[in-house]
């Protein structure tokens, strides 16, 4: 049997981990600047991170939903005292995917409404509801095609006002990125984000907040909505939460009433996931993670800011994009091959995105950014040659 060949790969195999780097099975060390679509948080093979999985799997690693698992408790608990939403309660599941499925259909149960808003860009999932709400054509089978999901621009105020009045007392929810990753990282303005929750609090629609890739400390908040001030019903969390081990989860608003089977799963929650995510908040918490994103973040954007053929940066913490002049995908080739650096790519061919882990240092940084340097010169040096 053949793996289905649905990724396109670089012909690197990683066999080590640890903090920012990889090492493949030549040896070949890598910074790593990217964290798998930010997932690793914490760094690679954190030492807490580590002994506390290490020590729950030598007691139990799994069993069903059907009976106690105090580690959930811890975890909830944690998650509320540090993203500051110590009144909400918790569903955990497997992945973002999961999440927004569970949150969209939470919010169907709630007002017993059908339609959903989302917006140009968006990538909520590969799944039922989450892909139909995604904004890309080309993964949306047409089993997931409904008339229940509506696509808004993008800080598009005029044209959301607008779909809420065509669609009267039909919407279920709104659906939208803390900031948009794979988009781009697009960044909510403040005046869409407050217009979204006014327009959801007046017509009983449910706000749904995507912090799947933006949220644990990404953006120098813990959540990326908070920067506005703003408190959505439902806050979807996955990638960081676990640092590599696949775990998801709703923070779900007081208004929400829990009733036995309303939702489920068979390995959410399990006790691996729960340590790795407590684990993970713990790192957070005691080397101050949030800080040090928001802080390393203003760093590498004050060091390429004048870099040649950046067009423009869209920061928020460690969440960057950096848009070039040109399709990014031969500087992230250079980088990948000749400088051994890791870095990501979105749905905007320009955007280099970068989501290095959330204690990367200064001096790691500086890796990254001498050879961005190089690489971007470079660029100018080639055109002159070919003239």
């Known amino acids: ?43 690679h093979n954190h030492p807490h991170y580590v002994e506390k999985l290490k020590n729950q799997l030598e007691k139990i690693s799994f069993y069903s939903n059907s009976v106690e698992n105090k580690i959930q408790e811890e975890l909830a608990k944690k998650l509320g005292e540090l993203s500051g939403y110590e009144d909400y309660s918790l569903f955990l599941c497997n992945s973002g995917a999961e999440a927004n499925e569970n949150a ?34 080309k993964i949306i089978a047409p ?17 959301l006002v607008k779909i809420f009045a065509e669609n009267q007392n039909e919407i279920s929810a709104v659906i939208v990125e803390g900031i948009q990753g794979i988009g781009g990282i697009n960044l909510l303005t403040k005046d869409f984000i407050l217009t979204i929750e006014k327009l959801c609090r007046e017509n009983d629609v449910v706000l749904i907040l995507d912090e799947v ?65 407590l684990a993970v908040l713990e790192v957070i918490e005691k080397e101050n993670l949030i800080e040090n994103s928001e802080k390393i973040g203003a760093y590498i954007e004050e060091k390429i800011k004048h870099f040649p053929h950046i067009k423009n940066i869209k920061r928020r913490g460690l969440m960057i994009g950096i848009e070039l002049d040109q399709a990014c995908e031969d500087v992230r080739k250079e980088l990948l091959f000749e400088h051994f650096i890791f870095t990501g790519n979105a749905n905007h061919k320009n955007v280099l995105r970068i989501l290095p882990a959330l204690n990367i240092s200064e001096k790691e940084s500086n890796l990254f950014i001498n050879a961005l340097e190089k690489t971007l010169k470079a660029i100018d040096v080639e055109i002159v040659e070919l003239k």
């Open 104 to 137: 969209l259909k939470l919010a169907s149960f709630h007002n017993n409404k059908k339609k959903v808003i989302y917006f140009s860009e968006a990538f909520h999932g590969r799944t039922s509801a989450s892909v139909a709400v995604t904004d890309n054509l």
């Open 213 to 277: 890739q933006s949220g644990y400390g990404r953006s120098g908040k813990f959540f990326a909505h908070q920067e506005f001030g703003t408190k959505p019903d439902l806050i979807t969390v996955a990638k960081g939460m676990g640092n590599g081990f696949p775990i998801g989860g709703v923070l779900i608003s007081p208004k929400f009433e829990a009733s036995y089977g309303l939702l489920g799963t068979t390995f959410g929650g399990n006790h691996l996931a729960c340590v790795a995510g």
């Open 143 to 159: 089993v997931n095609v409904s008339e229940n999901f509506i696509k808004c621009e993008f800080n598009n105020s005029e044209e």
């Open 1 to 43: 049997m053949n793996l289905f060949n649905v990724y396109p790969l670089f012909n690197i195999n990683p066999v080590k981990a640890e903090g920012s780097f990889l090492w493949d099975e030549n040896g070949q060390q890598y910074l790593d600047f990217y964290g798998g679509h930010a997932v690793i948080s914490i760094g």
